[in-house]
Each structure stands twice: as C-alpha cells, then as structure tokens.
C-alpha cells in the first residue's frame, strides 16, 4: 500500500512567520498535487508537480517535488491568517494502474493574527 | 460555476436505508472519481469511473456499495443498507482526461443514525 506521510500534523503559528510542510513516501509518484481544504468544503487544487527537482511559486508559497520524485514540500513565506486550513498532499504512484490519487492525512495549520 | 456539483450536501439515513449521492462533473469532463473521507482519517480512493465505464473499483468495499456514470446525467454512489460505519464525507472529482488533475466538488455529507 503506498503511503504519503504528511509533517507536521498540527501546526500553529503567528502571522508574518515562515513554515514548512513536508509529504514523504518510500513510492514514486508520477505526480504530486497539493490542495487546500477547508472545513465542511472540498479539496481545492494548488498546484501539481510532475519533474523530478521541479520548484514551482504561487505568490507566497513555493512548492518543491523531490529529485527521487518520493517526496515534496510547500513552504509558505509571511504566513497570514488567510492560510489557515487543511494542506493535503496527494499522488499518483507509478505503481498503481489508473488515475487514483493516494492522500496524505494532512497538515492543519493555523495562523493567528 | 462550472464547478464539479454534489448533492446533497447533507444527507441523514437510518441504519438499513439506502444512501444515493450525485456528482455531476465540470464540464467537458468524462472521467470522475469518488472518495470517502471518514472521521479523522484522511480521503481514501473508492472508485474510478469515464462514461459507462468502470474502470478501476479497487477502493469500493465489496458489498453494499456501487456507482455509476450513465452515458446521460450525473455519476451515482449507491449504498445500500447503511450502516454507522458509514457515516463520512463523500467526495467527488472529475478530470478531463485519465492523468488530468482532479478537481473536488464540495462534498456530501452522509450521517447514518
């Protein structure tokens, strides 16, 4: 079964703080996506990363996909509390036929004014 | 909104009932996907689906539970007989093609008393 081990589980943080999140697995994933979800909502899409060593920005937060293509990260400059919510990082493993996409349990961070 | 629809968005049964949730795609999408998510867990694949089509059930408990995409209308999750345990958050995601991104609707919310 693959797995996607998200870090920290809680985070919670002051406004203007940097943080970083991190989604590893023993797997290799063709694709990585991270979204965003906020409580009683869906899972909203940030970004998808697919190249080994791939660094992409969204104005605050930088997402980074692992040489190995085994594990990423997203880090969030000058946290504000807009921020606030659930971080999901979700794969497509090369080992499994299809398009499923396997979750990571998630990091709740909260950013206090 | 082009949005992917779920309904409803809350849905009460009681045990022994049967459970019907709707997702109607984005538009111009022909490949939807369901996930469950249970309480303090994080989202788990249930079932892959392109019009017609069944393409990958590996994540559908092998009883009581079965979904559809008819060639008209919505895509179905059918839950026969309910039971507590299946109380969760029931997601829906639709992608225009099979290694497209996945884009969530904004769930449906099964309570079983």
């Known amino acids: 079964t693959q797995l996607l081990e998200q870090s920290p589980q809680f985070l919670s943080i002051q406004e203007g703080e940097n943080l970083t999140v991190y989604c590893n697995s023993s797997s290799v994933f063709s694709s990585l996506q991270w979204y965003r979800q906020e409580p009683g909502e869906g899972p909203v899409l940030l970004v998808t990363v697919v190249t080994g060593g791939e660094v992409k920005k969204l104005k605050r937060l930088t997402f980074q996909f692992g040489d190995a293509r085994k594990d990423s990260s997203l880090h969030i400059t000058a946290a504000q509390p807009g921020d606030t919510g659930l971080y999901l990082c979700?794969?497509?493993?090369?080992?499994?036929?299809?398009?499923?996409?396997?979750f990571g349990e998630g990091t709740q961070l909260t950013v206090n004014p | 909104n082009a949005g992917v629809m779920q309904n409803p968005r809350h849905l009460v049964r009681r045990r022994g009932q049967e459970a019907r949730l709707r997702c109607s795609p984005m538009k111009g999408h022909s490949h939807v996907y369901w996930y469950r998510q249970l309480p303090e867990e994080g989202l788990k694949f249930m079932v892959y689906?392109?019009?017609?089509?069944?393409?990958?059930e590996s994540g559908m408990p092998k009883e009581r539970f079965s979904a559809e995409f008819p060639k008209e209308g919505p895509s179905i999750l059918r839950i026969q007989q309910v039971v507590r345990g299946d109380s969760a958050a029931y997601f829906c995601a639709s992608s225009l093609n099979r290694d497209g991104e996945q884009y969530f609707g904004p769930g449906t919310r099964l309570t079983v008393t």
């Open positions: 979700a794969g497509e493993s090369e080992e499994t036929s299809g398009s499923r996409l396997t």
């Open positions: 689906l392109q019009k017609e089509n069944i393409i990958d």
